[in-house]
Nanobody
Framework: VQLQASGGGLVEAGGSLRVACVAS???????MGWFRQAPGKEREFVAA????????VYTDSVKGRFTISRDNAKNTVYLQMSSLKPEDTAVYYC????????????????WGQGTLVTVSS
């Protein structure tokens, strides 16, 4: 599986941005996740969606602001980010895994290259 993330950029605090990740392979079978890594910090879980799109999970800091979704016909997973804060600044990575809905990095088997999101104050 190959994952290609895109859509990052510079946005002002309070603004919105959508990042996307296109996958090759049997996309509809995978749980998809978004992680992020800020400078000098560990990569952390942001959101995940199960293979059908029927279940999602978010880290507490983005609940109510971020929405993960997927379009299996387009082999694409999205992360819609709203009410962005400077602390959301990070490289955002998409990941695919065989496990059921999970927040653990170790449960994801494939990773994209990341897309940088910068939120200015």
């Amino acid at each position: 599986v190959q994952l290609q993330a895109s859509g990052g950029g510079l946005v002002e605090a309070g603004g919105s941005l959508r990042v996307a990740c296109v996958a090759s392979g049997r996309f509809g079978l995978y749980t998809m996740g978004w992680f992020r890594q800020a400078p000098g910090k560990e990569r952390e879980f942001v959101a995940a969606i199960n293979y059908s799109g029927g279940n999602t999970v978010y880290t507490d800091s983005v609940k109510g602001r971020f929405t993960i979704s997927r379009d299996n016909a387009k082999n694409t997973v999205y992360l819609q980010m709203s009410s962005l804060k400077p602390e959301d600044t990070a490289v955002y990575y998409c990941a695919a895994g065989w496990n059921s809905l999970t927040t653990s990095r170790a449960d994801y088997n494939y990773w994209g290259q990341g897309t940088l999101v910068t939120v200015s104050s």
